[in-house]
Structure formats: C-alpha cells, structure tokens
C-alpha cells in the first residue's frame, strides 16, 4: 500500500500541485497568499509539495535538512502556522479524493490505506510544525535581541555630550540593557555629560522613575554627568504626586534645552553667527 500511496504522488504530482494550489488560495488567509506575488507563491507551493514527497525517498537526515530549509523560508515568507497545517490537511484529502476517484482505494482496501497513509503524514506534521516552531522561535528571538539593541541607543551629538533617547515603556528587562548601553557608551565615547530623553517614554511611574535614576547614578560612578529631558508637564506632576525624588539628577522640559545646559557644562555655547551683507 505504501508503494501504491507513492506511485500515485509521483504519477500525478502536476495534477496534485495546481488542485493544491486552487484550494489553498480559496481555504488560505488572503493575507498569507496576498504576501507575495502569483509567481513566488506557486514556486513555494511547488518546493511544500516535493517536500512532502520527499518523505518517501529520503533518509531521515536528508528530510529533516530540507523541511529546516523551507520553515526558514516560509518564516522569512510571513506564512503563518495556520496555512501550514491547512497545507498539511489540503494534501492528505487531494491524495485520499484521487485514489479513490482512480479505485485504487475503495471499501475493501480503505483501512489498510488509511492506516498506511496515517503513518506517513502523522510524523509528516510533527516534523514540519516542530521545525517551524523552532524557526519562528529563534527569528523572534533575534529580532527581540536586535530590538532590544536599537531601543535604547547611546548617540554622541558633540564632543563629551552624548544622547539616549528613549520611547516606550521601560520594563526591568530594558532597563538593564539601558544601564548598560549607558555605561559601555559613555566609557566608549569619552561622554562628560550625558541626556536621557524621555520625551517619547508614555508612563513614568516608581518603577520606570527607579529605573532612571539608578542609570544616572550608574553614570555618575563612571566620572561623567546625566541629565534627564523631555519632562513634561503631566510627566512632572505625576512624579510630585507619587513623591518622586529627583533632586540629585539635573532635569529639563526638553532636549533643546538639555543640549545648550550640557555644552555650558563643559564650558562652550551657541552662537548666533549674523549673516554678511
């Protein structure tokens, strides 16, 4: 039966490739089929399908190397977990419909072959769904290392002044990566006087008052200056309403203001140069 089961998907792997595809843009989330153009789309139908039969003739090193291959793919592709498992179940009842359309499968043989097809497609989906979970895993993984990297960036605007501009909310996970992002920065820039902006942070509560204060503190013990901008006015009320002190870190209303502060601190300032007639 298994033999049977294969000749079929060799014999009529056209056949099952457009049936498939049909069906999978009528049954599939539009957005997943809409992602990419007509061409891309039947490309990956077609690499899906051969996976499939690739089952059959491969060793299972070889097979677990391609399905590895194409979750990275289809992770990168944007197709969700649901289209994959629709894929799966889409494929089993082309293969069921044919054969029993062609009576090589009927009343008398139906238990044999579901039993044999059964055992195909069961470890099949196993295989696929726990490479592309691991897949989209570690892709989320990155990405959130890669996020986490960007969301709290040290960035040199003169000589000895250094900025870190802040948007978002601030957890205690991001707030060790600020506390670090400020220590390495300000020893790698050679920063005197350091800004953290604020302007962009929604809600500062204890916690995220906490968070900050301890970095200006951190700052401090490494030699250099920290001032906290972009204080704003439902900002500063909240602080004096949840008694908040502030009183060892020097604060302005905006970063324009935090800048010409930071350049008097290390004894230079901006001048207006009038234009030569």
């Not at 033999?3 to 056209?14: A, D, E, G, M, R």
């Not at 090193?61 to 289809?74: D, L, N, Y």
Request: glycine share 4%; with cysteine.
């Amino acid at each position: 039966m298994r033999k049977l089961i294969f000749n079929y998907v060799q014999t009529h792997k056209s056949e099952i490739l457009g049936e498939w595809i049909n069906r999978m843009k009528q049954e599939a989330d539009e957005r997943a089929v809409q992602t990419m153009s007509a061409q891309m789309f039947t490309k990956t139908s077609s690499e899906f399908i051969e996976l499939l039969v690739s089952n059959f003739t491969e060793t299972e090193e070889e097979f677990q190397s391609k399905v590895t291959g194409f979750a990275e793919k289809i992770v990168r592709l944007g197709w969700p977990l649901t289209v994959i498992t629709l894929g799966l179940r889409i494929f089993d009842h082309i293969i069921t419909d044919g054969m029993q359309e062609e009576e090589l499968v009927d009343h008398h043989n139906f238990m044999e072959f579901s039993s044999e097809f059964e055992r195909w497609m069961f470890p099949l989906y196993n295989t696929i769904i726990d490479a592309y979970a691991y897949t989209w895993e570690r892709t989320v993984s990155l990405q959130k290392i890669a996020l986490q990297e960007l969301s709290a960036p040290l960035i040199p605007v003169f000589e000895k002044i250094s900025v870190m501009p802040l948007v978002g909310t601030i957890d205690t996970e991001r707030a060790k990566q600020i506390m670090e992002n400020l220590l390495d920065g300000v020893v790698k820039h050679r920063a005197e006087v350091v800004l953290i902006d604020i302007t962009g942070v929604p809600v500062v509560d204890t916690m995220v008052a906490h968070h900050i204060i301890q970095a200006a503190d951190a700052v401090r013990l490494v030699g250099a200056k920290c001032m906290i901008v972009g204080i704003r006015p439902e900002i500063a009320q909240t602080i004096v309403t949840l008694g908040i002190n502030l009183d060892q870190v020097l604060t302005t209303s905006t970063l324009k203001k935090g800048i010409e502060k930071a350049l008097e601190m290390t004894e230079r300032k901006i001048i207006e140069v009038e234009e030569e007639q």
